[in-house]
């Protein structure tokens, strides 16, 4: 864009505010750059003015700056990015031509599709993920266990269905119904918590093709993370010791819950209608699991609507128990996928059907809305990289650099009406990984987006009329308010999560490997062993939990173990050089085609320089192969010979 693109040699980078009203010559100014009015305005050529739309870097720029798009992009620290001033920021984004201002209203259009898609895959994928692990998630919080269990069962459940505010709903049910205590259901939405926040981490996965990119947007996704980690392993220790969070949510509450209604946000109102038309999940399976109703998935199949018609009145309207209604006479009957009263019957339904099948379709709808994430997500990168290209970092960073309190409210704000933190934290990282966003923001609109989620519970504990529901569901609030408080207003401990969120992102530049390693040992297989160890003190008998405090000796000494060579025995930079030795040979595997035919291009170059034929050489090659073990004896008693006679 010019106008943009022009706008890094104005008076602010070139001489202090309020000083250039007096340089009228471009003799003057620092830049050597001619401003309109100056006395020798009418003395510059044409062939002296600076295209600067040729110019791809901040060391050929006159003033250093950065511009979107620049080669040297990704060098430039975030201590580095000069000041620029609102009248700027408002003349880079309000003051255009006719041609750019359709450039930006197709952009525009452009972004507002890719984003509407985006967001029905992230639907469309929850959907699929409560119906391929409903059943699973619905059993596993059935249960009453122990503190440990509880976090890793709450965590366990959300990444199974992608939805936390569907897990912390069904806690909040749960305990409504007296099927789960207070205290088991605090420990559960503190690890649901934590299983939110795989979803934006699997979508910095689709900035896989850029490296730098990958690399932010990675660490945007995992500060997110991190700070839930770090929140659980101080809270949860001390709410097992002093139950704080039980007894201060237990003072604050009312002696009666009014009967609320169910409130839904406006973007699940848009998108929704048109994600159920192909997946729509049944999430009483999951509730009715939890709470004992039924003791199985079997219980909901074979799909059945009467008289063969596919529609919420004949297949998925419930049967008055009390009015005598059966199911099969007077009510159909629906499993993990169910129909809706105003779109009726999605496209993957099917009367009939048994668990199988309608797991089937989760997983093959599961696969399609990853397909559809990453174009989507590929879409809406590319139509940013245009629409910013040649932006000055300058513009970006006064435009996005928000103060740290406003962006939790806006965090908050966005998740409130999207009724999802996962979707407000999907859609920020692509942000992170085109750096329009820098970490330092990404962190406040991360725990905003932790606030906002905790509505969404405080609904359910309304709907469900019950106090202990509502206690619940404050705790899951002031959790995250405690966490905040900890980790986000003391500069030290705030740097904690960046940089460690840093080093896993640039983790990436040595391998792509890293982030699904991530996921897998971070979201399973640590909760699957604590939950297995759990599992053994909760067996309640004496050769079980000797068995489980040995194990648990034995895990404490390896991770001592782990961190002494990691950190004492260059574990670290062992590991490095293992990602780097990796990385270079897949470099070397890319280029080796190429590196063949420069070769041989070489060595013919070289053949015909001395003379000698390729087929010679080719012969020569192969009789010294074919070579047998005494002419190679007598060459060498030959050579010996010689020598002694010298």
Not at 357 to 366: E, K, N, P, Y
Not at 509 to 527: A, E, G, K, Q
Not at 612 to 627: F, N, T
């Amino acid at each position: 864009m010019s106008t943009t693109e022009a706008q890094d040699t104005t008076k602010s980078e070139t001489t202090p505010v309020g000083e250039d009203s007096a340089v009228k010559s471009r003799k003057d100014r620092p830049t050597g750059s001619t401003h309109f009015g100056d006395a020798d305005w009418d003395e510059e050529r044409p062939d002296e003015i600076e295209d600067e739309s040729v110019i791809r870097s901040r060391k050929e720029r006159p003033t250093g700056s950065t511009h979107f798009g620049d080669a040297d992009w990704d060098e430039e620290q975030v201590d580095e990015i000069g000041d620029a001033t609102w009248g700027e920021v408002a003349k880079a984004c309000c003051v255009h031509d006719a041609k750019e201002w359709g450039k930006i209203f197709v952009g525009a259009c452009g972004a507002l599709f890719f984003l509407y898609f985006f967001l029905f895959a992230l639907e469309l994928l929850g959907n699929s993920a409560k119906v391929l692990g409903g059943c699973r998630a619905g059993g596993l919080l059935s249960d009453e266990t122990n503190p440990v269990a509880g976090l890793v069962i709450g965590e366990l459940a959300t990444a199974l269905i992608q939805s936390s505010s569907t897990t912390t709903s069904i806690i909040v049910s749960l305990v409504g119904a007296d099927a789960v205590s207070v205290n088991s259901g605090i420990y559960l939405v503190m690890g649901a918590n934590i299983g939110t926040s795989v979803t934006n981490t699997i979508v910095s996965m689709g900035q896989m093709a850029d490296g730098a990119q990958l690399e932010r947007a990675f660490a945007g996704a995992t500060v997110h993370d991190l700070f839930n980690l770090l929140s659980v392993a101080i809270l949860f220790p001390l709410e097992v010791i002093s139950h704080y969070l039980y007894h201060l949510t237990n003072a604050m509450l009312p002696d009666s819950v009014g009967d609320g209604e169910k409130w839904e946000g406006p973007i699940k109102k848009i998108v929704s209608p048109f994600a159920g038309r192909v997946l729509k999940s049944n999430k009483d399976v999951i509730k009715d699991i939890a709470t004992g109703k039924v003791d199985s998935c079997d219980a909901y199949y074979p799909v059945l609507c009467l008289d063969g018609i596919e529609d919420y009145k004949h297949c998925a309207s419930k049967c008055d128990k009390d009015a005598g209604e059966e199911v099969g006479v007077d009510c159909g009957r629906v499993g993990l996928i169910t129909c809706d009263k105003t779109t009726g019957c999605p496209a993957f339904f099917q009367n009939g059907a048994n668990l199988h099948d309608d797991s089937i379709s989760g997983g093959v709808c599961l696969v399609l809305s990853l397909f559809l994430l990453i174009v989507c997500l590929m879409g809406l990168v590319n139509v940013l990289q245009r629409g910013l290209a040649g932006m000055s970092t300058r513009i970006i960073y006064k435009a996005t650099n928000v103060n740290g309190l406003i962006g939790i409210v806006i965090g908050a704000a966005i998740t409130i009406l999207v009724q999802s933190s996962s979707i407000t934290t999907s859609v920020l990282t692509p942000f992170v990984g085109l750096g329009v966003i820098q970490l330092e923001q990404m962190l406040p609109l991360t725990l905003g987006a932790n606030i906002g989620t905790t509505i969404t519970g405080l609904l359910a504990a309304m709907v469900s009329d019950n106090v202990d529901a509502l206690q619940v569901a404050l705790c899951h609030l002031f959790f995250n308010i405690s966490g905040i408080v900890i980790w986000y207003p003391i500069p030290i401990m705030r740097r904690v999560p960046l940089r460690g969120a840093r080093a896993l992102g640039r983790a990436t530049r040595r391998s792509r490997l890293v982030p699904p390693i991530y996921i897998i040992v971070v979201f399973f297989v640590i909760p699957l062993l604590l939950l297995g160890l759990s599992s053994l003190f909760m067996q309640k008998t004496v050769g079980f939990t000797v068995l489980g405090s040995f194990l648990v000796i034995g895990v404490v000494l390896g991770i001592a173990r782990f961190i002494w060579w990691w950190k004492k025995q260059e574990g670290l930079q062992k590991c490095l050089a293992c990602l780097d030795r990796r990385t270079d040979m897949n470099n070397t595997m890319k280029t080796l085609p190429e590196d063949m035919q420069f070769l041989k291009s070489k060595v013919s170059l070289l053949a015909e320089h001395t003379g000698l034929p390729e087929d010679e050489e080719a012969g020569d090659v192969q009789k010294g192969s074919d070579g047998t073990a005494e002419e190679v004896a007598a060459e060498n008693e030959e050579v010996a010979v010689e020598d002694k006679e010298d």
